[in-house]
């Protein structure tokens, strides 16, 4: 599925509050993040992700539990539309073992080190609509400076 597709179900589950823990990771980091045994575990899982995977829970909590988590069902249903269908299973990864990750920190080493040794992050602040032609920007700047994008 494309980033700007996954950006608006974004925009309207966090606009309706439906949802609680909610992240796009694309396949290399999903897979970084998940692989226990390296580096086979991280070959097998980015060879089987999609390129970007939206995260996220739904709860119930104290008063109509059911209800509640009903009633969100219906709305990320509707949000989603059509041929999109959320899955508690990915490509071998557990969303429940995903989130229990998530909410700790990380073991050693931390998951950004595990695949060069080093990493550098880039924190800039934009508008959701705006992302995916960034992303191509970044994308298209890595590619002409000889940056390995997919690794």
Known sequence: MEIGKILEIVHWLQRLRLVNECFILNNVNLATI??????????????????????FNIAGYDYFPQERVSGQIQ??????????????ILSGISASELLELVRHPC????WKLRRTGSCQD????????????????????AEQSGYPLRT
Request: hydrophobic share 50%.
């Open 34 to 55: 998940m692989a226990n045994i390296w580096p086979e575990d991280y070959v097998k899982y980015k060879a089987a992700l999609p390129e970007w995977v939206l995260f």
């Open 107 to 110: 073991a050693e080493p931390y």
């Open 75 to 88: 709305d990320m249903h509707a949000i989603a539309g059509t041929g999109l269908e959320p899955v508690s």
């Open 122 to 141: 880039l924190f800039f602040l934009t508008i959701y609509d705006k992302l995916p032609a960034l992303i191509q920007i970044v994308n298209e700047q």
